[in-house]
């Protein structure tokens, strides 16, 4: 079975700043990683994700993850935050091949403050 | 390009009342659909997921049923509401078994 740890429940940061949100997972076989966003009273949607090749994954709007296989990370970064990045950020591990039950953490609400 | 809808997007119901929340997807056959629920300030809860017309896999044991009529249309209801079913409901597909796509979601209050 899979884990994910978001280890941060609340990031407060000033607009324009470097934000970096964690995000840990365990897992004893290959798995996909996920970044979601959800704006309040909306679903979620899919900011970036990892299924292979690059570590380094870019995705919309500006935020980018790297994977980190030995420390089984997969933090989620953007160099510079505007007000409309407040929201809450998900990640999520699947394991490859097959399966169809994705394992979601619990969340991070990242808050800009201007 | 698909797209899924979710109604309704609000609703208010006594406890007690029976509930039925639609979900579907248009621009792709054969997807694999979730039931999630947000509890206030919490999490992902995934209570139901269908890999085909009348298959359903229920996660948590609850007063909550899911049905797969059609493709693309998944349905969750229940007889008869209680308080903690309260919460955001989330209905999500997903046909290549990565990532999943989400619908706008309903906020259901029951008092």
């Known amino acids: 079975a899979q884990s994910v740890t978001q280890l941060d429940s609340q990031v407060p940061v000033f607009e324009e700043a470097p934000v970096e949100l964690r995000c840990n997972y365990s897992?004893?076989?290959?798995?996909?990683l996920f970044w979601y966003v959800q704006y309040p009273n909306q679903g979620l949607q899919l900011l970036l994700k990892?299924?292979?090749?690059?570590?380094l994954v870019k995705g919309i709007n500006g935020f980018e993850a790297e994977f980190n296989k030995s420390q089984t990370s997969f933090h989620l970064r953007k160099p510079s935050v505007h007000i409309s990045d407040t929201a809450e950020y998900f990640c999520?591990?699947?394991?490859?091949?097959?399966?169809?039950?994705?394992?979601f953490g619990r969340g991070t609400s990242l808050i800009v403050h201007p | 390009s698909q797209t899924i809808h979710q109604w309704p997007a609000t609703l208010v119901q006594p406890v007690g009342s029976p509930l039925s929340l639609e979900c579907t997807v248009e621009g792709t056959s054969n997807p694999n659909l979730y039931w999630y629920r947000q509890a206030a300030g919490r999490g992902l809860q995934l209570l139901f997921y269908?890999?085909?017309?009348?298959?359903i896999s229920s996660e948590v044991p609850q007063n909550l049923s899911a049905s797969r009529p059609q493709d693309r249309q998944f349905i969750l209801s229940s007889k008869k509401l209680l308080l903690s079913d309260s919460g955001f409901y989330l209905c999500?597909?997903?046909?290549?078994?990565?990532?999943?796509?989400f619908g706008p979601g309903t906020r259901l209050t029951v008092t």
């Open positions: 990892y299924l292979s090749g690059s570590t």
């Open positions: 269908s890999v085909g017309i009348g298959q």
């Open positions: 999500a597909w997903t046909s290549s078994g990565n990532e999943q796509y």
């Open positions: 897992s004893s076989v290959s798995v996909y």
């Open positions: 999520a591990v699947l394991k490859s091949g097959g399966s169809y039950i994705p394992t």
